[in-house]
């Protein structure tokens, strides 16, 4: 049964899913605090090229199944336009309300 976003744990990580399912950039962008950074699947990626094309390009959508590390560890069905759906693990970290780093990686 998947967790309804808005009951989400952690509020900047609610938003930061919020925002990613809306596909909307601006309130994305806002999630985040400045010079984030994250990996996928253990790799360094720039996190403006690696949203553009995993999530705004290709209308990703993430469907959390679990929440962990208060809220700051998701698992989540996540699609794409690209790639179609894969379970995937998502790991936060948070300051000040805002993402600092997240890291995505197949489940």
Known sequence: M?????????????????????????????????????????????????????????HGHMEVEKETAGGRGLVARYRNDTWGEMRTAWRFDVDGGKVTRFETGQA
């Open 2 to 58: 998947p967790i309804q976003t808005a009951k989400l744990s952690d509020p900047a990580v609610r938003a930061f899913v919020t925002a990613l399912n809306s596909h909307d950039r601006d309130a994305f962008r806002a999630a985040l605090a400045p010079g984030a950074t994250m990996a996928d699947d253990g790799s360094e990626r720039d996190l403006e090229d690696w949203t553009s094309r995993e999530i705004f390009d290709s």
